[in-house]
């Protein structure tokens, strides 16, 4: 059976292209992008979205009363699609419990950094890269995983490295860091997870190769 895929984005949406690309390589075994849910109605993800006839739906935080009420939103938008896995490509809302409840280790989330290293509440975009430059730590990175209550805490199921460079601007960092880490890393994970090839263990994955 083939796995729906949800993306959740807020912003340009390089990780979504980088998911399309690999599922028009070929490369997304046992699954397919069925649905893109944006926090943001002008999104460049839901252009990029729409070009590759993937359906799209925006839900906006503002008009929610509370996290909660949002929250309640988005589960509903996923469980109507049918979504076998939810992947948080940019998605810069954090959303509470129910959803982790309503699609447990059906989710996950890429960082850009090294987990636990640089996460948690405020860790988000160029400001991850901002505070790695600022630490003088020589290597960075990306993080694929689980989404659970705590954030930025699941089960890891991919890493990848990259240097930190002297002259590195936060934007130059992210970049670095989105081509040599994120896109590679997110295409695999998911793949991985459509062919049942992901096993949890408390808070350790075992990859079946
Ligand atoms: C990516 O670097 C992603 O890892 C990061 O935001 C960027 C989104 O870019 N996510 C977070 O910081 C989540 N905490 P994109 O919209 O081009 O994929």
């Known amino acids: 059976m083939m796995k729906n895929i949800a993306v959740l984005v807020s912003g340009g949406g390089t990780n979504l292209q980088a998911l399309i690309d690999a599922q028009n390589r070929g490369e997304i075994i046992g699954g397919k992008i069925t649905l893109v849910v944006s926090s943001n109605p002008d999104a460049y993800a839901l252009k990029r ?4 006839n993937i359906a799209t739906k925006v839900c906006e935080k503002k008009n929610y009363k ?40 059906k989710m996950m989330n ?3 950094a090294l987990i636990p290293s640089f996460c948690g509440e405020g860790y988000w975009g160029l400001h991850v ?9 020589k290597l960075t990175g990306a993080t694929v995983h689980f989404v659970t209550e705590e954030c930025d805490g ?12 002297f002259d590195d601007t936060p934007e130059i960092l ?3 860091v989105m081509e040599e880490c994120e896109w590679k890393i997110l295409p695999r994970a998911v793949s991985l997870f459509c062919q ?4 949890v263990y408390g808070n350790r994955t075992k990859i079946i190769e």
């Open 49 to 52: 979205a729409e070009k590759n």
């Open 66 to 105: 509370d996290r909660a009420e949002y929250t309640a939103a988005i589960r509903d938008i996923l469980l109507e699609a049918k979504a076998d896995l939810v992947v948080y490509a940019g998605f810069m809302t954090i959303l509470d419990e129910q959803i982790v409840k309503a699609f447990p280790n």
């Open 110 to 112: 890429v960082h850009p």
């Open 129 to 137: 890269h901002e505070k790695v430059i600022e630490s003088g730590v």
């Open 154 to 165: 699941g089960p890891i199921i991919l890493q990848k490295a990259s240097e930190v460079k």
């Open 174 to 176: 992210q970049k670095r």
């Open 196 to 199: 049942d090839k992901i096993e």
